[in-house]
């Protein structure tokens, strides 16, 4: 398979595996709109510029802290979200070039 979009076969394979995860993608819609899915919990700072709060995230998915920092490592390391620290909070936010690089290889790919 042919590199498509400046994307590799390996890093297309880093997002499937990503993305199989059924949690990982709810995580992944939710942050599409995230005031519309974290708007019940208070910003620790701008949802737009640095995402939503690790904690906020847990909290809407309810699953244990550790399993959310595992299951959002695993988007970063697919390039899906990007990292920010605000204090001692880690916030999450979608790469949104990146997904349109990845669909854009998609196109051209399968």
Known sequence: MAAAAGL?????IEVFKA????ARLQIMQWLRDPEKHFGEWEPIADRQAVGVCVTHIQAKAGLAQSTVSSYMSTLERAGLVRPTRVGKWT???RDEERLARLAEALAVTI
């Open 8 to 12: 590799g076969s390996e890093e297309l």
């Open 19 to 22: 993305l199989g995860n059924p």
């Open 91 to 93: 916030h999450y936010r």
